[in-house]
């Protein structure tokens, strides 16, 4: 209990890419995805921050219906950010769809509001779910023909042209 006293003392500074990457290293998976739970937004940011740089095996042993309900529930835009990083890159297979998160990524990733890094990772994240079923395939494909490229930040421009262009979103 002491050390993870320590770690979340050294979490609620401000961090370098250096410090990130050591403590990465160096910390639990298992510590810093308790942390993520933190009552102080900067601690439970700063470990999700470390979380994106652990190795990929870390990341897919986290468990992935505890981090989409932080990001449907979370409040904070970087918690929310960082979180659905993780999720995107363990991936989602067809067997465990929830209609919840597919839901929330099909409604963020045209909310303007949201900042573009959100946007693209719900676009990428529904996109990876409904391409699995035609009859979702074809929902992603209605609600990305709504969204008007020119609203919105390059990135995300740059992702519904690359999806309008792909042969298998069609």
């Not at 979370?74 to 929310?80: D, G, H, M, Q």
């Not at 963020?108 to 676009?123: D, K, N, R, T, Y």
């Not at 999806?163 to 298998?168: A, F, M, S, T, V």
Request: aromatic fraction near 6%.
């Amino acid at each position: 209990m002491e050390r993870n006293f320590a770690i979340r003392e050294e979490l609620k500074s401000r961090l370098s890419i250096d410090d990130i990457h050591a403590l990465a290293g160096r910390v639990p998976t298992e510590v810093l995805l308790e942390t993520l739970y933190d009552s102080d937004s900067l601690v439970a940011r700063n470990a999700a921050w470390v979380l994106t740089h652990k190795a990929k095996g870390d990341i897919n042993q986290l468990p992935q219906k505890r981090l989409i309900d932080l990001a449907l529930s979370t409040p904070e835009t970087s918690l929310r950010r960082l979180t659905l990083c993780l999720i995107e890159r363990q991936g989602i297979p067809p067997e465990h769809i929830r209609t919840d998160f597919l839901d929330f990524c099909l409604r963020h990733m045209v909310m303007l509001e949201e900042p573009s890094g959100v946007q693209a990772l719900c676009m990428k994240l529904a996109y990876s779910m409904c391409s699995h079923y035609p009859e979702l395939a074809h929902e992603f494909s209605e609600t990305l023909n709504l969204m008007h490229a020119e609203h919105y930040k390059p990135g995300v421009k740059y992702l519904i042209n690359k999806l309008n262009k792909d042969p298998q979103h069609e």
